[in-house]
């Protein structure tokens, strides 16, 4: 009796297939595994909108634990030509993150339509991404920060791993949120309109000093990046000065 066979029609079977929306039935080859908790981190991401621009600021130290590992990572990445994304939390997943975004900016180059992807629509995307990530049970760890130009205007968003979003003047992740947000508050407030370039890169620069003092998972050593309307400009990190003469007047710390 001759074997029955069903005849190719073309089109992928829907169980072998690993698109969404298909059910994939194969066992996996191994285990299924999901990040319990951070590994190698980045702390503080700190970022100012003033007139004309964003500016933003993130030290280069990755932690391994309570161990000052990687001293020379990059934690803010530059996507398009008017937008950066800053991120703390665990560095492979930013790494992640920067490649989705990498893959996102070159489908919208494709497309050749003249058309390309703003700050707002990056920031609703990693909405999207983050919350999707957290209702799968299997968050992304980290606190992100989006900054670029919106409708000629400087933009500032902030995301975390549960998908939780706000925008502001001032916006600070990690530790920052704690120690650099209120002189981010005292120093901008009433100024919004009349802040410059210079007046709020000081400012950052204040803050991550305080940072490097009162955050154990720090360094002194900052990249900065500005986004104005003429571009991004992601800079060579560079050390703070520092100045610990007051530390033998400090007590309680023994």
Not at 1 to 17: D, E, I, N, Y
Not at 36 to 57: D, E, K
Not at 97 to 112: P, V
Not at 222 to 239: C, L, M, S
């Amino acid at each position: 009796m001759a074997a029955h066979t069903r005849p190719f029609s073309g089109v992928p079977q829907p169980s072998l297939t690993g698109l969404p929306g298909h059910a994939n039935t194969a066992l996996p080859s191994e285990p299924i595994t999901k990040t319990l908790q951070p590994m190698s981190t980045g702390t503080s991401v700190v970022g100012l909108v003033f007139n004309g621009g964003v500016i933003i600021a993130a030290d280069t130290l990755a932690s391994y634990g309570s161990l000052a590992r990687f001293r020379t990572v990059s934690r803010l990445h530059s996507v398009g030509n008017h937008s950066v994304v800053g991120g703390g939390g665990d560095y492979a997943d930013f790494q992640y993150i920067a490649t989705l975004l990498d893959d996102l900016t070159i489908m919208d180059t494709r497309l050749e339509d003249g058309s390309t992807l703003d700050t707002r629509s990056i920031y609703h995307y990693l909405t999207r991404v983050m919350y999707n990530r957290r209702s799968r049970i299997n968050p992304l760890w980290n606190q992100l920060l989006v900054a670029g130009m919106d409708a000629g205007k400087g933009f500032l968003g902030f995301i975390d791993k549960l998908g939780v979003t706000f925008s502001d003047r001032t916006v600070a992740t990690g530790y920052g949120a704690y120690i650099a947000q209120p002189i981010l508050r005292k120093a901008v407030e009433g100024r919004e309109d009349d802040l410059s370039e210079a007046e709020a890169r000081k400012i950052l620069e204040d803050c991550m000093r305080v940072l490097f003092y009162r955050d154990c998972r720090t360094i002194n050593k900052v990249q900065f990046a500005v986004i104005t309307a003429e571009g991004v400009k992601v800079e060579e990190a560079r050390e703070l000065e520092s100045n610990w003469d007051i530390a033998p007047m400090v007590r309680g710390y023994d």
